[in-house]
């Protein structure tokens, strides 16, 4: 079974700190995603890496960056958490026209 | 600009009757897929259709998908409460593994 694993399911930070989310694969899948889920809006791709070092902006990256210095690893970094990042956060990882969620981090920013 | 729009929002239906739930997206494309997610849940895959005609069944769920229309269709039959959760459609657009996910139906299912 592929495991996807997301390193908390709650999270409560202050507006302003710096915010790390780390995800996990076990497949050695290549690609990997970062999602945003609010009620009314689906899920909407944050960033996405077809390799280590590489990374691509999704549809809202915006306050967000990432980091994959390894393959299984793929890490959403908030520079300066705002209350408008208050969200559940998924990370994917896919492979021959599958993707596998995790599952999911709520981020709520005071 | 890329859109991927599905209907109802949400739907309460009896145990026992069938229903559909649509979705429309913006521009052509040959992957659509279909999740479930459970509240407080991840999403789990319920259907990958790649072709036009494209037809998938699983119990009471069948996935079809017209790619001239732009359209695929989440077809319940007999509903059962076990089937309450909420409902996504996703289209690959450019064959990129970038999904673009419609805002979900959640579906209630009740005696």
């Known amino acids: 079974d592929v495991k996807v694993t997301q390193s908390s399911r709650y999270l409560v930070k202050r507006t302003g700190e710096k915010v790390f989310l780390e995800c996990v694969q076990d497949?050695?899948?290549?690609?990997m995603f970062w999602y945003r889920q609010d009620p009314g809006l689906g899920l909407r791709l944050i960033y996405f890496?077809?390799?280590?070092?590489?990374?691509e902006k999704g549809d809202i990256p915006e306050g967000y960056s990432v980091s994959r210095e390894k393959k299984e690893r793929f890490s959403l970094i908030l520079e300066s958490a705002s209350t408008n990042q208050t969200s559940m956060y998924l990370c994917?990882?896919?492979?021959?026209?599958?993707?596998?969620f995790g599952p999911g981090t709520r981020l709520t920013v005071t | 600009e890329l859109k991927v729009e599905q209907n109802p929002l949400f739907l309460s239906m009896q145990e026992g009757k069938n229903y559909t739930i649509y979705c429309n997206y913006s521009?052509?494309?040959?992957?659509l897929y279909w999740y479930r997610q459970d509240p407080g849940k991840s999403l789990e895959s319920l259907f990958v259709?790649?072709?036009?005609?494209a037809v998938k069944q699983e119990g009471r769920l069948m996935a079809s998908l017209d790619t001239k229309a732009r359209l695929s269709t989440l077809h319940i039959t007999a509903a059962v409460h076990d089937l309450s959760a909420t409902y996504f459609c996703?289209?690959?657009?450019?064959?990129?593994?970038?999904?673009?996910f419609g805002t979900g139906t959640r579906l209630q299912v009740f005696p």
């Open positions: 994917a990882s896919s492979f021959h026209l599958e993707q596998y």
């Open positions: 497949m050695d899948h290549e690609n």
């Open positions: 890496s077809y390799d280590v070092k590489m990374k």
């Open positions: 521009t052509t494309s040959d992957r």
């Open positions: 259709l790649l072709s036009n005609g």
């Open positions: 996703a289209v690959d657009f450019h064959n990129t593994d970038k999904l673009i």
